[in-house]
Each structure stands twice: as structure tokens, then as C-alpha cells.
């Protein structure tokens, strides 16, 4: 899943908040990073646009019901995908 959007909030454990639009009704997901060091390398800050490439993941209860929803940093995502070109 790519999750596209702003930096709201970073925390140097390896958390950032990234919300898809301006609107204060715009989604916004709590997206981890395994390993808080390649967050600190990419050195984001506050307001920054991101392309992330994620793996989502949901956890349901015994009747079906999520529970929790978490996403997880797996890489760059391009800010848009490409065109294929015919020859």
C-alpha cells in the first residue's frame, strides 16, 4: 500500500504521522519504522511531503471487529506511477 501526504508529527523512536490532505477531516496514519535509524537518516521534518510504500496490517477480534491497524515503513514509493509508453 503507498501512503502519500505531510508530515504532521515525527518521534525519534520511529513513528511519523502523515496526513493525506488539508482538510482537518483528512485521513492520517501512524506509520512505524522498524529500525528508528533509517528514519533519522532520511532526516524528514515537519511538513515535509512523503511518498511511503507500507504494509498494512489488522488485527480482529474473536467477532470479526478490527481492533487494532497498524502500518509499517517498507521503503520509497514514486510520487507517481509511471505511464507505460507504447512502442
Not at 533519522?40 to 471487529?65: T, Y
Request: net charge positive.
Amino acid at each position: 500500500m503507498t501512503i502519500s501526504g505531510r508530515i504532521t508529527e515525527l518521534r525519534e523512536s520511529g513513528w511519523v504521522k502523515v496526513k493525506t490532505g488539508t482538510a482537518k477531516n483528512a485521513p492520517a496514519y501512524d506509520v512505524r519504522f522498524e529500525e528508528p535509524e533509517e528514519l533519522l537518516r532520511m532526516r524528514p521534518g515537519l511538513g515535509d511531503n512523503v511518498h511511503f510504500r507500507v504494509r498494512f496490517r489488522q488485527r480482529l477480534d474473536s467477532v470479526g471487529i478490527a481492533r487494532s491497524t497498524e502500518y509499517t515503513y517498507l521503503g520509497p514509493a514514486a510520487e507517481q506511477t509511471s505511464i507505460p509508453l507504447e512502442p
